[in-house]
């Protein structure tokens, strides 16, 4: 279980201001949401990671990169909070609340799961900006939907594995059955299915809701990948964050394609012993999502709203960082042609099974 907030100094941030900012705590959440907007753009800037937090080599480090690219870039100052196993909603506002009123601006969290928390904390702290990404549902004047056509991505990784399975059967794996993982399945089967109509797609799911720890269980996700492996299946693709990992060593163990996601996962560092059986990735540049809405405060115009990552603007997209991908020319171009007609319309591709 962790329950820790990490602050990071970088740049011209100094400790005086780390204190000066945290001293803030005492006053009323009114009043503290005023110090980031008067100070002239983002001064300090902060994420709240989704279960599995920094270290999943995928969806939360993928939002990590663009917080270290700002810190790097805009010389702003960050924090991070991560989550705990089994919190409560609570939780999610208290750490919300706790970054904002210390005058980080914007506030973002990482995942659909923060979007109670951030309806409740934006309407408390008017002046600052909250980004919530994966999430539509909650809206306000102050918060910014980062959101991605995931099921682009996937139709695309659908088509790649339908023509480099073998055995005509490939697996899907989704951390917990919710609509945003469905985007994903739906979009993969469809793929294989538009290129392969006799494909056979595996699919299952982790945990159900309200139990979202199908995100974070690595030896979860290598059983069901065994499963599937023992049925049949020589390519497969999960989006189950932490716990895709363990998919991925089961099926790179086996000798069979995993596909990543999120993030290029041929390049994770903490998957480097799979790399060579990670054919390709779907990926989301969350990383640009994030950095994006922290310049955005910066330079004193918040991006709030519906902020759309599709395929048309690279938003989502298919990783070629395996070289043995790059040699399947037949692959390829079947990848390429989806993906120009995806952009122009010519597929629609499905958000639901």
Avoid at 171 to 185: A, H, R, S
Wanted: aromatic share 6%.
């Amino acid at each position: 279980m962790r329950r820790i907030t990490r602050i990071a100094t970088v740049g011209l941030a100094s400790a005086a201001l780390a204190l000066s900012a945290t001293a803030c705590g005492g006053k009323k959440s009114s009043d503290t949401s005023s110090s980031p907007s008067e100070s002239g753009g983002a001064k300090s800037v902060a994420l709240a990671y989704d279960i599995g937090g920094r270290g999943d080599q995928s969806f939360n480090d993928a939002a990590y990169a663009g917080l270290e690219k700002a810190a790097k870039e805009l010389k702003v100052k960050t924090a991070e909070a991560e989550p705990t196993e089994g919190e409560s909603e609570a939780d999610k506002v208290q750490r919300l609340t706790e970054l904002a009123r210390k005058g980080n601006n914007p506030v973002i969290g990482v995942g659909f799961a923060y979007a109670p928390a951030i309806k409740k904390v934006a309407e408390k702290f008017p002046k600052t900006t909250f980004g919530l990404i994966d999430d539509t549902s909650v809206t306000g004047p102050n918060i910014a939907n980062l959101v991605f056509n995931e099921e682009q991505g996937s139709y695309l990784a659908g088509v790649a594995a339908a023509k480099a399975s073998k055995t005509g059967t490939v697996g899907f794996i989704g951390g917990v059955e919710v609509p945003l993982i469905k985007k994903f399945e739906a979009g993969f089967t469809q793929g294989v299915k538009d290129t392969n109509p006799n494909a056979k797609v595996l699919s299952a799911y982790l945990t159900q809701p309200p139990d979202f720890t199908g995100f974070a269980k690595p030896d979860l996700g290598k059983a069901t990948a065994k499963g599937q492996l023992d049925s049949g299946a020589d390519v497969i693709y999960a989006a189950a964050g932490l716990a895709g990992s363990g998919a991925i060593e089961a099926t790179a163990n086996a000798g069979k394609w995993a596909i990543g996601v999120d993030s290029d996962q041929y390049n994770q560092a903490g998957l480097s012993k799979y790399k060579d059986h990670i054919l390709t990735s779907v990926t989301k540049d969350v990383s640009d999502a994030v950095y994006n809405e922290i310049k955005s405060v910066q330079d004193g115009t918040p991006a709030t709203g519906e902020i759309r990552y599709g395929l048309d603007k690279g938003g989502v997209g298919l990783a070629d960082s395996n070289p043995e991908y790059k040699k399947m020319a037949d692959v390829i171009a079947a990848v390429e042609k989806a993906k120009a007609d995806i952009i122009a319309k010519k597929i629609t591709v499905k958000t639901a099974p």
